[in-house]
């Protein structure tokens, strides 16, 4: 049974930072393209950043919106995604999901999701 499980979120002023983690248990992390999706209230879930397998963050995708803020990473060693937030803005506030099995079809899919964890920035 796949799990995503992601932490990290919580509240923060505009221009602060945070950390998201997803820990991947019942695949072979590895082998799968991952990534982070926003849902911002009212809204469909979005891509935020997506990382193939054996990838690193510099050749990873970013949206537009999160383009030199965010940093998407992996850790294939401990099954571990990792998404910086920096510079965060009252929009970036949303729930971010944690996926495996990222593919652009079109649209954004992917195989497995996390739960959510959510994030609001504000003063």
């Known amino acids: 049974q796949v799990q995503l499980v992601e932490s990290g979120g919580g509240l923060v002023q505009p221009g602060g930072s945070l950390r998201l983690s997803c820990a991947a248990t019942?695949?072979?992390?590895?082998?799968?393209?991952m990534g982070w999706f926003a849902q911002h209230s009212g809204k469909e879930r979005e891509i935020v950043a997506a990382?193939?397998?054996?990838?690193?963050?510099?050749?990873?995708y970013y949206a537009d919106a999160v383009k030199g803020r965010f940093t998407i990473s992996r850790d294939d060693a401990n099954e571990i995604l990792y998404l910086e937030l920096n510079s965060l803005k009252v929009e970036d506030t949303a729930i971010y999901y944690c996926?495996?099995?990222?593919?652009?079809?079109?649209?954004?899919?992917?195989?497995?999701w996390g739960q959510g964890t959510q994030v609001t920035v504000s003063s």
């Open positions: 996926a495996a099995g990222v593919r652009a079809t079109g649209t954004w899919e992917a195989s497995y």
């Open positions: 019942g695949l072979a992390f590895s082998d799968y393209a």
């Open positions: 990382i193939k397998s054996g990838g690193v963050s510099e050749s990873a």
